[in-house]
């Protein structure tokens, strides 16, 4: 389900640690859905493991005499494969066991001015959410304490920054304040991931954002 | 599929050629190494081996290939332990630097190379390395042992009928990955120090500027000069 025509991708900081496994799991979970669309990613996904695999050459200890022996034993015993999910429909395989299904086994809730959301079970240290903004629907104008990746699943949307569609991964940080809008033509489907609470200006949505938890 | 992308999109075959120049350049290091007394956070009873014979090393980097192939499709147990010989200390290296206490790091290094066993026909070596491969287990295997952050996978490629790997495309991806090792070695020391610390130490970039004392704006523009670094040397 590789998408052709992604034109925001990933930053370094967010692929190396995916690679050197330091994220929090609502952001591999969110680079794992867009490296499952953008094989521009992917390879450099491949490209920070690879510098894994060459800092692992020059690491080195010592293992007891027995160790071998004792592998080579269990080598045979029974095992279990973890079953693979494949995609079969709009959203990337990394997401169906957090959702449970495809989209319409989201469990929506709504969150004000028509906008539902999905808050996804990940460890704590960042939030996952799904978002359905309606077409044509402006969010409040927001900053960000933290980082927060946006990746479009369906529809699109368009902030000062350019605009986005299927596949396609804003990464916002503190320098970022945006109102991101959805196309006119479908409403917009995206995946949210943060690591600190959002930054509203307007008073009415900070108040809101004690109970939708954005 | 090949990471040159990473490193430079123009990028064809690789060239024997360049891999002579960054040899030349690195053996103008000092052979030392890194001295983990040097630095606080990677210091700890573990032993930094190889980095003073990068070319025979880079031999061995192909013979792996063969190692690992005789496993995946021979079930072969001599080449096994040939793998087992070389890449267990090393994964047990690599998880004492994470802050793993020996005895457990040594049972997660068995694990990782029974699942190497066992996950053999997973191995692809136009995509990998077979160090790259072993790295990816070891630190899922980090991840599953501290119980914290799970972390999915992309949704795996299916590509057909698989057909035959090309052995230059096998041979570009170990030809690639032994510059790569030469690259790192050819960093400054405090670039491939961060480096090392961001893969082996298992900390933020926030976390290293808490125990170095480094702010964090220095920290990631020395990241992102090592990753130009890498780019430019493979390309």
Same mark, same amino acid.
């Given at each position: 389900m590789t998408q052709t025509h992604i034109k925001h991708h990933l930053d370094d900081a967010t692929l190396m640690g995916y690679a050197s496994g330091t994220l929090p799991e609502a952001f591999n979970l969110i680079v794992a859905t867009h490296l499952s669309l953008c094989d521009t990613c992917r390879a450099q996904a491949l490209a920070y493991d690879a510098v894994g695999g060459a800092l692992l050459d020059d690491a080195g200890s010592e293992m007891s005499a027995d160790s071998l022996a004792q592998t080579l034993a269990t080598l045979d015993d029974g095992f279990d494969a973890a079953p693979v999910a494949t995609a079969t429909g709009d959203l990337p395989a990394p997401l169906l066991n957090y959702v449970g299904g495809d989209l319409d086994s989201i469990k929506w809730r709504p969150v004000g001015m028509g906008v539902k959301q999905a808050i996804l079970p990940t460890s704590r240290g960042a939030t996952a959410r799904l978002l359905c903004i309606p077409a044509g629907t402006a969010m409040p104008d927001h900053g960000h304490n933290g980082k927060e990746l946006t990746l479009v699943l369906k529809g699109a949307f368009q902030d000062d920054d350019g605009y986005f569609a299927r596949g396609d991964i804003e990464v916002a940080d503190k320098d970022v304040q945006h109102i991101p809008v959805a196309d006119i033509h479908e409403d917009c489907i995206c995946l949210a991931v943060t690591d600190a609470p959002l930054r509203f200006d307007g008073w009415l949505p900070r108040i809101w954002q004690k109970f939708a938890r954005i | 599929m090949s990471w040159n992308f990473f490193f !430079? +999109? /123009? &990028?064809?075959l690789p060239r024997i050629r360049d891999m002579l120049a960054n040899t030349q350049t690195s053996s103008r /290091? &000092? +052979? !030392?190494?890194?001295? +983990?007394?040097?630095h606080p956070v990677l210091a700890g009873p573990v032993k930094f081996a190889g980095r003073r014979c990068v070319n025979d090393k880079t031999d061995k980097t192909s013979l792996w290939v063969d190692e690992m192939i005789r496993v995946r499709d021979g079930r072969d147990r001599t080449a096994f332990a040939a793998l087992f010989a070389h890449f267990a200390p090393r994964i047990k290296g690599f998880l004492m630097k994470s802050g793993t206490d020996a005895t457990t790091a040594e049972e997660c290094a068995q694990d990782v190379m029974t699942t190497l066993w066992r996950k053999a026909d997973q191995f692809d070596p136009t995509r990998a390395s077979v160090s790259t491969w072993i790295f990816t287990i070891a630190r899922n295997r980090r991840i599953d042992m501290l119980r914290r952050d799970r972390r999915p996978e992309p949704e795996e490629l299916t590509w057909g009928p698989e057909p035959e790997p090309e052995q230059s495309a096998v041979l570009e991806m170990q030809q690639e990955s032994a510059r790569l090792v030469e690259a790192i070695a050819a960093l400054p020391e405090n670039q491939r120090k961060l480096i090392e610390q961001a893969y082996f130490g298992e900390l933020t970039q926030a976390e290293i500027s808490q125990i170095t004392g480094l702010p964090l704006g220095t920290i990631k523009s020395r990241i992102r000069l090592a990753l130009d670094r890498l780019r430019h040397a493979m390309k």
């Open positions: - | !430079d +999109p /123009r &990028t064809a /290091r &000092t +052979p !030392d190494g890194i001295s +983990p007394q040097a």
